[in-house]
């Protein structure tokens, strides 16, 4: 993900990039997590993939457009280089990875037909900052499609105690960041004012399969936010145990129900 830390705050991504997270990350697909830019991925287009990560949606990006150039940036050193190698393995000549700030793009005004932004401006304390630099480095006329997160809307069945706790305390480190956890209801206040004309604007359920999602937020709670929320008193040695059996006992319920609420804007930069 994309962003920048002071004492200010942190716009850092906040679930790390653990085995979980990177399973989620890399099983995204542009008709799963950007329905909105399927139609314009057209030969020969040029695209800025904002928040690339491990690069995967990127490359799905690039293939379609080639011979158009895509470049996906990200804050994080080693996603930069681990998707500049994923993609020198694939053979893929018209993508290429930087490392960079949402905040201040290296790219000069009006280089690129498309741009991709996805689950990134929660991450962030300025995201209305993020939007206007991504207007600026469009061509007139150009494309943006942004699909955010909405941690408030996210259903879960059943939701236990530990379970609601788990949920509660990833919501407060987002907060005390300056981030949002309900950033998708506020992804179309966030386009206003910045240049951009909204042209669709959708919300969804992604539906997982709760054995999986359980697992890996097991697994997210052992190895990134239980030593974190340890670290800083929010939590025990022994209650990180018992929420990370929490989610195995969600894991093995066969009446689980897990389904995550996003939200999906395009926009144009007028001509």
Known sequence: MTGRSDAMGDDSYTLGYGRAVMSWLLARTPESHAPLLLPHLKPGASLLDCGSGPGKLTMDFAVRLAPGEVVGID???TQVAAANEAARSKNLHNVRFEQASIYELPFTDETFDLSFCGAVLGHLREPRRAVAEIHRVLKPGGLAVFREFDNAGDLFFPRPPLIDKSIRL???????????????????????????ALTALDATFEVFDSASYSEAAAVL????LGPYLVSTGRLTPGEVDEIVEAWHA?????????????VDAAARKPR
């Not at 990833?170 to 951009?196: C, I, N, P, V």
């Not at 969600?250 to 996003?262: K, L, N, T, Y």
């Open 75 to 77: 804050i994080e050193a």
């Open 221 to 224: 709670y052992r190895e990134q």
């Open 170 to 196: 990833y919501a407060d480190m987002l907060t005390e960041k300056g981030q949002h956890r309900d950033g998708g209801r506020k992804l179309k206040s966030w386009l206003r004012g910045t240049g951009f």
């Open 250 to 262: 969600m894991r093995d319920d066969p009446d689980a129900f897990i389904a995550a609420a996003w």
